[in-house]
């Protein structure tokens, strides 16, 4: 075999380029492919496997095995030399295969003369793709050149399947990113949605992985290097000091960015023929098989952080950011790895459904998601890999299930359940204009949960006595800059507006945690979610409360007004974001303006110690609502947003509920009216469990008031609390089954 220099490899690659230029069909072009190779590295035998599915690579195409076997030998990953060369992501390199580990003999390719073997994983961006095998019958190991350059020729391949080069009309072979995949993720959001991928962020296409001029490359690469150390500095510099994970990533990228071994390997590869964009895959690739080795598990997690620099890189390379003006398809369903709540507001309701590979129920994101009604399923793995711009797909949101590229009798069943869905909803509106009375005839008020001026249609169509919590934050998520106060004060008017008479609870900004603002310095804190938001904010910066207060009284010009501030943690935070709001009241009156006909100024109770806070508090407060979302996060000490620990602890666990009860016991000592307007409030069980509690109002999306009014008014509130103390005096640690038990005893009863 001839020693792959340099040249040989350009020469190689130059004839692989011609090869793929022509436009012979894909079959044909694998054919010439494997050819080429085997003779410029004078070897027996050259043959590409490449995977029909996730778990099988099929034998697309050979020069040395018997013709026969193409398109007919498969193996799972993981099986034979092949299957492992796939699984591991790293080279096999035997002198005498059959007795490596993990060998096993195909006798349709009559393989069995062959001694040696050399295979390399065809992969992009660490996604699989196929294998590339040299073999030969002579025993004897490869050399690091030979190796070298089957890489080279590896990555060409894998941009060239990655652009389709290989599929057609005479190739048995489908292309990448056509089969059906079905990705079980969890429920972020219920529904279902039927459209089209429109990718966050989307993949880089490289279509020119040969290039003539190493000159000009090797320079297209430094000044990208360059321009992405400055950027990772940037983002060093500007992080917060104290976030030890943002600056822990970051210092991995700086590490990377700045590693003079990566660039010098990358130049190599440029020298060996490759283009930049090529040099940066190859080399990511053979960086991620060296990590996936290591022994520290440290280093085995800094992969997403390669992976994501290479694209940082590629991007930098190919001039595709975000913006590749690419237009929206229709019935656009967003696919990210992860997203932040400004961003999704950006899309807005041109959204018909959300897949996320990362993100959790409790987010911001999620949140805003709910109240945009709009299909969400989180933990979706692999599928911004899997994914194409375009591609179809349907998200099941009740079961937490993704299929992309469905089949057509997928497709079917889906619509079945959709149709079902709408008579479901169809029963729900017959009870719109009900109230949502129990057996034993207690009144629970249902109200909605807000956050966009788009939501109040809903408020005649969900049968909503009013709104329980308008989310005033979305506004200020949604912009570049502050919102102006008479921009607001317009808003809101509409708002109450269309809201015709029905009482409406403003919840001022709740900002801080996950719910960043674009234009606002993010503070440096180690743990946003007990840092500074919501009143915390508001009391330390005045200026944007009051102006938001100013911007409320105006709106209700002559109506009534209610507002509650959040994450109120004891009693003085609440009674000086009390004596702001009067204030603007006694100077709004002074400016002549019409005030408010009545005003109520609520908190949300979300912290446990203000549900311990001194009975003022409880007297002072005109209305309090739990806001169970942040309540159990702080309760049971997990992070609503971790989904590792969130669904540790139910709604329903004895102590949260003991905490619930002497909540309304306080509430109703005084007097004071108490709401719910967490999540929780919307699933229907949990919904029954906290009116058994004692509490009368509950908000929540509109899609839930359906649901939840159907089966309130299908029970005995004090039947349910005698379920509910039996099963709390029983020693259980949630009283759910017991609940649950007696529900499917008495609604089939019923
Ligand atoms: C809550 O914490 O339950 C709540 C309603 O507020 P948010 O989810 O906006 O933090
Ligand atoms: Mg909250």
Request: aromatic letters at 4%; charged letters at 25%; glycine letters at 8%.
């Amino acid at each position: 075999m001839a020693e792959a220099t340099e040249s040989e490899s350009r020469k190689l690659l130059r004839r692989l380029r011609d090869a793929l230029a022509d436009d012979s069909a894909g079959q044909a072009r694998l054919d010439r492919i494997t050819s080429i190779i085997a003779e410029s590295m004078e070897t027996e035998v050259c043959s590409i496997y490449l995977f029909r599915d996730p778990d099988t690579l099929e034998l697309c195409a050979t020069e040395g095995l018997r013709a026969e076997a193409v398109h007919q030998t498969r193996m799972r990953l993981g099986e034979g030399l092949v299957g492992r060369v796939a699984r591991l992501g790293r080279i096999i390199n035997a002198a005498d295969a059959p007795s490596e580990r993990g060998f096993r003999y195909m006798p349709e390719t009559g393989e069995e003369i062959y001694s040696s073997f050399l295979g390399v994983p065809i992969q992009r961006l660490g996604e699989k793709l196929g294998v590339l095998v040299v073999q030969s019958k002579i025993a004897r190991e490869y050399s690091d050149d030979e190796i070298y350059a089957l890489e080279v020729v590896a990555m060409v391949l894998a941009e060239m399947t990655e652009l389709g080069a290989f599929t057609g009309e005479g190739a048995a072979l489908s292309a990448r990113h056509q089969h059906p995949v079905l990705i079980r993720g969890t429920i972020g959001q219920e529904g279902t949605a039927e459209g089209n991928v429109w990718l966050h962020e989307p993949r880089v296409v490289v279509t020119n992985p040969i290039a003539e001029d190493p000159d000009r490359e090797t320079e297209r690469l430094t000044a990208a290097v360059e321009k992405l150390r400055v950027t990772v500095d940037d983002m060093l510099d500007g992080a917060q000091t104290g976030d030890k994970d943002q600056r822990e990533v970051l210092e991995t990228y700086r590490m990377f960015a700045h590693s003079r071994g990566w660039l010098r390997r990358m130049c190599e590869d440029i020298g060996r023929g490759l283009s930049a964009e090529a040099a940066v895959e190859k080399e990511q690739s053979s960086a991620r098989a060296r990590l996936q080795k290591a022994p520290d598990a440290y280093m085995r997690e800094r992969l997403s952080d390669l992976d994501d620099l290479s694209r940082r890189l590629l991007r930098i390379l190919t001039g595709q950011g975000r913006e590749t003006g690419a237009e929206m398809p229709p019935n656009p369903i967003l696919v990210a790895r992860s997203i932040g709540p400004g961003e999704l507001l950006d899309y807005g309701r041109t959204l018909r459904g959300i897949v996320l590979e990362q993100g959790s129920v409790g987010s911001h994101a999620a949140i805003v998601a709910r109240a945009l009604a709009i299909p969400l399923v989180i933990h979706a793995r692999g599928i911004t890999t899997e994914a194409l711009n375009g591609d179809h797909i349907v998200v099941d949101g009740e079961q937490g299930n993704v299929h992309l590229r469905p089949e057509d009798n997928i497709i079917a069943a889906f619509r079945d359940k959709i149709a079902m869905q709408a008579k479901a909803q169809e029963r729900y509106a017959d009870l719109r204009t009900l109230p949502a009375t129990t057996l034993c005839g207690t009144n629970v008020a249902l109200t909605m949960n807000a956050g966009l001026m788009a939501d109040l249609p809903s408020l005649q169509g969900s049968g909503a006595e009013g709104v329980g919590l308008f989310r005033t934050e979305l506004q200020f998520l949604a912009r570049a800059a502050v919102p102006r106060r008479g921009d607001l004060a317009a808003l809101y008017s509409r708002v109450l507006d269309a809201a015709e008479g029905k009482p409406v609870t403003f919840r001022t900004l709740d900002i801080g945690s996950d719910k960043v603002l674009p234009y606002m310095k993010r503070p440096d804190e180690p743990n946003p979610a007990l840092g500074w938001r919501a009143i915390r904010v508001g009391l330390d910066r005045t200026g944007i409360m009051r102006m938001q207060l100013q911007a409320l009284i105006r709106a209700a010009n002559g109506r009534p007004l209610k507002v509650m501030f959040p994450f109120v943690a004891q009693l003085d935070e609440f009674h000086q974001a009390r004596r702001h709001l009067l204030e603007e009241m006694e100077r709004e009156d002074k400016l002549g303006r019409i005030l408010p006909s009545s005003l109520e100024i609520g908190a949300m109770l979300e912290t446990p110690s203000l549900a311990f806070a001194p009975r003022q508090f409880f007297e002072m407060a005109d209305f309090i609502s739990i806001g169970g979302n942040d309540l159990k996060q702080f309760f049971f000490a997990a992070d609503r947003e971790n989904e590792r620990v969130r669904r540790r602890y139910d709604t329903l666990n004895v102590s949260f509920l003991t905490l619930i009860e002497m909540i309304v016991k306080r509430c109703d000592e005084v007097g004071t009216p108490l709401s719910f307007c967490g999540e929780d409030a919307g699933r229907p069980v949990e919904a029954i469990c906290l009116s058994a509690m004692g509490i009368r109002s509950l908000s929540m999306r509109p899609a839930s008031i359906g649901p939840v009014k159907h089966l309130l008014r299908r029970i005995d509130l004090g039947e349910a609390r005698g379920v509910i103390d039996g099963s709390c005096r029983s020693g259980v640690q949630s009283v759910r089954a017991d609940v649950m038990e007696w529900l499917g005893r008495s609604l089939t009863q019923g």
